[in-house]
Structure formats: C-alpha cells, structure tokens
C-alpha cells in the first residue's frame, strides 16, 4: 500500500471508540503499517444528548499519553507511534484550545469542526426547517472563522464533514456551490503553513468519497497546498487504512507526489 501512516486514530479515550490503543497497534502491525498517529478527541462545550457518556468528548490527557508510551515502548521495534488530539474548534472555545493545544509536548493537532454554532451536524436537527445548502454553508462559514482566529493545529480534519450526514448527503453537493468560502479557507490555511487531511471515513458514511471531496482537494493543490496527511478516522480496527488506496490513487491522479506524517509539529513529506 502507497501509503503506510495512518494519521487520525481513535481509541478508547474517545468515548466514541469501541478499540484501546493496544488493539489498534497491533491491528496497525498486522497491516504493515510504519507509523500510526492517534488523536483522541476534544471538544469542550459540546452539548451531549440523553444517553451519552458523561464527557466524552472529554480528554484525559495524562492518562491517553500513559498509556501511549507504554505502546510506544511495548513495540518500539515495530512501529511508530505518535502522540497526537483532535480539537473541536469554534470561536466560544478559543482560549480553552490555546491553553490546552500548549499544554503537553503533541506531535500533531488536527482542527476540526464538529459543532456549527452550538449544533452537531451529525443529528437531523441542524437542518430542520431550511435548505441543506444552506446549512452547509453556514458550516462552511464557521469554519472560515475558525480558520482566522485560531493557528495553533497542523491540519484542518475532514473539511466537508457536514456532508456525511445531511439529508442527501452528497447527492445534491458541490465545491462550486460554496467556491467563494472554501476558496478563502484554503487561502488562509496555506498563507498560515497549514495543511488539509484527506479523510477516507466518508467511504464508510456512505458519500463513496474523501472528506473533502476531490474538488477541494484539487482547489487546494491549485492555490499552491502541499501539506497533506491521510487518516481513516477509525473508531476501532476493522477501519484502519480503509479505502487508503482510493486516497493514494486521487492525490496521484491530483498531482500530489507525498503526503505527511508529523513529528513534534514537523511534517515528514513521504512519497507516494
């Protein structure tokens, strides 16, 4: 496989993850895979549902890197593992991403957009009473705000989610429809050396592509991107490097000859 590093892993310190950092390392061994960077999440203020875990979208920092070392140390031989967090951007939770974004010594931070003004995209609710367009764009304009006043991450994670749970999905979507927005967000993150993941979850959400779609992607690489990591966004094993050679085989056919792994914040170019 073109692409040997898995950059957005979950594990049980998501409350939404059903596999611990050890299955997912050995799953990651078995795969052959050089490196895998977990990235639990976090995102404060979410507004959690009847039924939810307590905080789960809380993370026990101390506790996830205790037991990433010990990973790291238990196969140390074997594979690469890297210390990396998810953080839930939106403008109410600045300083709070700030302080924590500095707090420990991470390899990577994905930002990423998983409330719009309060509301989950992924519940029915943000797009009752008016048109799917125009529900994503207004996530799209969060995430332009998001973008402007806040640096401190090295990617910004699966940029078109919104996609994967509106009420057709993709069917009815394009980058042109919202060209003007997305077009500033990509300016902004390559005038800030930031970079954009290719996430291939959406494969498994039912859209049949990457989040963001292959417009996007190609938009980036046309105004001059070239800081791109992949990630499958696994909640547990089954879904390590899925769909990784479909990503491979677009980012070559986009004009993309590496993509990245990152280390304490540096981006490490590997070929495809």
Do not use: W
Not at 70 to 91: N, S, T, V
Not at 108 to 133: Q, T, V
Request: charged letters at 30%.
């Amino acid at each position: 496989m073109p692409i040997s590093a898995d950059t957005h892993v979950h594990s049980t310190y998501s409350g939404d993850a059903k596999s611990t950092i050890d299955e997912m390392v050995q799953k990651a061994i078995s795969l052959e895979m050089n490196h895998i960077c977990f990235t639990d999440h976090n995102d404060y203020d979410y507004p959690y549902r009847p039924g939810d875990k307590p905080d789960m979208f809380l993370l026990n920092v101390d506790a996830y890197l205790y037991d990433l070392i010990r990973a790291r140390e238990k196969y140390r031989d074997q594979i690469k593992i890297l210390f990396g967090i998810e953080l839930g951007l939106a403008p109410e939770i600045k300083r709070k991403n700030i302080i924590l974004a500095k707090s420990h010594e991470f390899d990577f931070i994905i930002g990423s957009s998983h409330l719009c003004h309060g509301k989950d995209p992924y519940y029915a609710d943000f797009y009752e009473g008016r048109e799917e367009k125009i529900a994503y764009r207004e996530y799209f304009e969060s995430i332009l705000e998001n973008v402007k006043g806040f640096q401190n991450f090295d990617v910004y994670g699966h940029l078109d989610y919104v996609v994967r749970y509106g009420p057709t999905k993709n069917t009815n979507y394009s980058y042109s429809d919202h060209a003007d927005v997305i077009d500033e967000i990509l300016r902004t993150l390559i005038e800030n050396e930031k970079g954009i993941e290719v996430n291939t979850g959406g494969f498994r959400c039912g859209i049949g592509s990457t989040n963001p779609c292959r417009d996007i992607v190609k938009r980036y690489k046309e105004l001059g991107g070239e800081i791109i990591t992949v990630g499958s966004d696994a909640h547990e094993t089954i879904y390590l490097q899925d769909h990784f050679n479909d990503a491979a085989d677009m980012l070559k056919e986009l004009g993309f000859k590496y993509y990245c792994v990152f280390e304490n914040r540096i981006p490490e170019f590997l070929k495809l």
